[in-house]
Nanobody
C-alpha cells in the first residue's frame, strides 16, 4: 500500500522560510517523478515543483528563485525548501507521485 505524507508546514511571517518533507512508503522516489502541488484559497491545485527520476527539476514561474525541490534517495524523502514566503503562498501543500496523492501540510504566511 502506497502512502505519501507531507510535513513541515506551519505559520510564518512574510519573508520567512519553511522546509516541507514528503515521506513515502510502498514506493521508491528515486525511480519516479515526484511533484509538489498546492491548493490555495484562490486556486485549484497547482503544480509547484517537479523532480524527475533522473534528477531534472522544474518549477512553476511563481516560485522560481524562492523554492527548491530536492530528494534524498537514502531516506526516500522529497523536500521543498521555501524561502521568501509571501502571503499568496498560503495553502495546503501535498506531494504526488505516479497516481498517488499524499496527505497535505498547511502553510500559512502572514503579512
Amino acid at each position: 500500500q502506497v502512502q505519501l505524507v507531507a510535513s513541515g508546514g506551519g505559520l510564518v511571517q512574510a519573508g520567512g522560510s519553511l522546509r516541507l518533507s514528503c515521506a513515502a512508503s510502498g514506493i521508491i522516489f528515486s525511480i519516479e517523478t515526484t511533484d509538489w502541488y498546492r491548493r490555495t484559497p484562490k486556486t485549484q491545485p497547482e503544480l509547484v515543483a517537479t523532480i524527475a527520476a533522473d534528477g531534472s527539476i522544474n518549477y512553476a514561474d511563481f516560485v522560481k528563485g524562492r523554492f527548491t525541490i530536492s530528494r534524498d534517495n537514502s531516506k526516500n524523502m522529497v523536500y521543498l525548501q521555501m524561502n521568501s514566503l509571501e502571503p499568496e503562498d498560503t495553502g495546503l501543500y501535498f506531494c504526488h507521485t505516479e497516481s498517488y496523492w499524499g496527505i497535505g501540510t498547511q502553510v500559512t504566511v502572514s503579512s
